[in-house]
């Protein structure tokens, strides 16, 4: 009698979900969700924006995608892109990235960052806020345009006293309550800001309960400034004030120490601290050369010397000469810094801990090839070609981990990064045979390949291999129910 009950209860449920109409239906895919192992071949039905079944069962759609032969997976979510304009994602869309976050250093004005956003993405956005702009705010200086990060000055380099450190708080918790994901501070570009600031600021973002997502003091290897000591700074302060901490690019951070680096996170998360970190895979890294980063003295605090550095346009190698003669030009210069052997980049993103983000940065066409291939890049190197990585690390890497750091933020990003029933329709769609980066140094702006269908909440911004001109990408906050 159970039995016949059972077989009854099945049957129904199969005639049910043959029945049920979707807004569209992903047939025939190797669909991978890291949140529950999930490898199989199954069709996903998507309504109303969202994922309303995942079954073996044949499903019915208004509108259908035949994914034979394809992964399909979470969209991927970078927690660290810079100048998230049109160009950028745009970019990013064609690497499979379904939401792009400028969480590193933040925006001037979140409110305004949001508003000029609001239907007019292709891709999810969202933003922290900037302890180094409102740096910039509490000495006066306004925000010029275009700069990903404030110039070197005086906001930048001076010990802030009562008047201004108040000024820098009120601005943040000002922000925050704008919706920002966390709180954004880049060390290496504010010189002045002392250890009593930086954990003043850690304990406006407990406060808060939004991390802090960190570009820590140095990357070299002389003390003091050393690379470990930077690193330290920062969990001994999320250590005092109790807030989770989100360590940027170990890989250009820490560089040949980012073993040391991540044993030492792993350590902390050991002990029972919330700490992330992310990695690249690129080695080369990206940043503006009129910054405080390139202060006198940055040559023993990076570990470099001019060599190192190249106009990303030309490939020209920089000398002491022409450093100075660009670092005093007007406008911002963006340069390439050589400081990541592929052994060290390798042992970083296949490290356990280590998230995926772009660091994307590009602007008027010129920028680092990250914005464009950083995603595509794993699959093709660390999965395909070194074996390295598995899909499913590869993926878990690119969605649920990103997601995770967010999820007590933002009840939003508990429906990112998974491939279920109820999750957001942010999905990507990719032939592991052939997905690949193609941008390089000399031509960041080259689009991914490989990629045949990208979409956010449920429309489709890449749709063939082409992009499409649909931009339902919305604004991710912290203002969501949490």
């Not at 069709?43 to 994922?51: A, Q, S």
């Not at 120490?257 to 992330?276: F, H, K, Q």
């Not at 990507?428 to 390949?449: C, L």
């Amino acid at each position: 009698m159970w039995r016949w009950l059972a077989a009854l209860a099945v049957a129904t449920i199969s005639v049910v979900a043959q029945q049920t109409s979707y807004d569209l239906v992903i047939l025939n895919g190797r669909v991978v969700d890291p949140e529950t192992g999930l490898d199989a071949v199954r069709n996903v039905g998507i309504t109303g924006g969202r994922i309303a079944a995942v079954s073996s069962d044949a499903l019915a759609g208004r509108a259908t995608i035949d994914a034979r032969g394809l992964v399909v997976a979470p969209g991927f979510i970078d927690l660290h892109s810079h100048i998230n304009d049109e160009a950028t994602f745009t970019l990013a869309a064609q690497d499979g990235v379904t939401t792009a976050l400028e969480l590193e250093i933040g925006v001037p004005d979140v409110a305004a960052f949001y508003a000029a956003r609001r239907g007019k993405a292709r891709v999810n956005f969202g933003t922290s806020a900037s302890h180094p702009w409102a740096r910039a705010a509490a000495f006066g200086d306004a925000p010029p345009a275009g700069a990903m990060v404030p110039p070197n000055g005086r906001a930048m380099e001076t010990v802030a006293g009562p008047g201004e450190r108040g000024e820098i708080v009120r601005r943040i918790e000002h922000e925050l309550d704008a919706g920002a994901l966390g709180v954004g501070m880049g060390l290496a570009y504010t010189p002045g800001a002392t250890r009593s600031e930086v954990i003043e600021v850690f304990r406006v973002a407990a406060a808060h309960r939004v991390p802090v997502f960190v570009h820590v003091r140095s990357s070299g290897r002389v003390e003091p400034g050393s690379s470990v000591e930077s690193i330290s700074e920062v969990i001994a302060a999320a250590a005092i004030a109790g807030a989770a901490l989100h360590v940027v690019h170990v890989n250009s951070s820490c560089m040949a120490d980012a073993p040391e680096c991540l044993e030492m996170i792993a350590g902390a998360r050991a002990r029972g601290l919330d700490v992330t970190v992310e990695g690249y895979p690129y080695g080369a890294g990206m940043t503006d050369l009129k910054s405080a980063v390139f202060n006198p003295g940055w040559q023993q605090r990076l570990g470099i010397a001019e060599h190192e550095l190249a106009i990303p346009e030309t490939g020209e190698r920089l000398t002491p000469e022409s450093f100075t003669r660009y670092r005093a030009q007007r406008d911002p210069r963006l340069v390439l810094v050589y400081t990541n052997p592929d052994p060290v980049v390798d042992a970083v993103i296949v490290h356990p801990l280590t998230l995926i983000a772009s660091d994307a940065v590009m602007q008027d066409g010129r920028g680092h090839p990250r914005a464009a291939g950083t995603f595509a890049r794993v699959l093709a190197r660390y999965v395909r070609e070194q074996r390295s990585l598995t899909l499913m690390d590869a993926i878990r890497k690119m969605s649920l981990m990103p997601a995770q750091r967010l999820d007590r933020v933002t009840a939003t990003a508990r429906r990112k990064g998974r491939l279920q029933a109820g999750a957001d329709a942010d999905i990507t769609i990719f032939d592991p045979a052939t997905v690949s980066d193609r941008a390089t140094y000399a031509a960041p702006t080259q689009p991914s390949v490989g990629f045949k269908y990208v979409l956010v909440n449920g429309v489709a911004v890449v749709q063939d291999g082409r992009l499409t001109d649909a931009v339902p990408g919305r604004a991710i906050t912290s203002r969501d129910e949490r």
